[in-house]
């Protein structure tokens, strides 16, 4: 049974920084890319971030530069730090684990991150 378990969100001041984590079971971890997307209220899920199993990043314009994806393969986790956080960032986060070669594509339950004064 796979599962991504995402934590870290909470509510910060503009400015502030947060780390979120993912802790990835189920899956053979080093082999997918692992993701973070967010969903504000009202819109559509967006991409946030990757890092791919062969080692590369990828960010979404709107974060390049404040935040960085990292991934942890022994301990089958991925982490994306967050600074200078804006009221705009808030959303909920979710985790992905993508493997293109065999088409699997899994989502964690996501975890809320709040940018207000």
């Known amino acids: 049974q796979v599962q991504l378990v995402e934590s870290g969100g909470g509510l910060v001041q503009p400015g502030g920084s947060l780390r979120l984590s993912c802790a990835a079971s189920?899956?053979?971890?080093?082999?997918?890319?692992m993701g973070w997307y967010r969903q504000a209220p009202g819109k559509e899920r967006d991409f946030v971030a990757d890092a791919t199993s062969y080692g590369t990043t990828n960010y979404a314009d709107s974060v390049k530069g404040r935040f960085t994806i990292s991934r942890d393969n022994a301990r089958n986790t991925v982490y994306l730090q967050m600074n200078s956080l804006k009221p705009e960032d808030t959303a909920i986060y979710y985790c992905?684990?993508?493997?293109?070669?065999?088409?699997?594509?899994?989502w964690g339950k996501g975890t809320l991150v709040t940018v207000s004064s």
């Open positions: 189920g899956i053979i971890f080093s082999f997918n890319d």
């Open positions: 992905n684990a993508k493997r293109r070669s065999i088409g699997t594509n899994y």
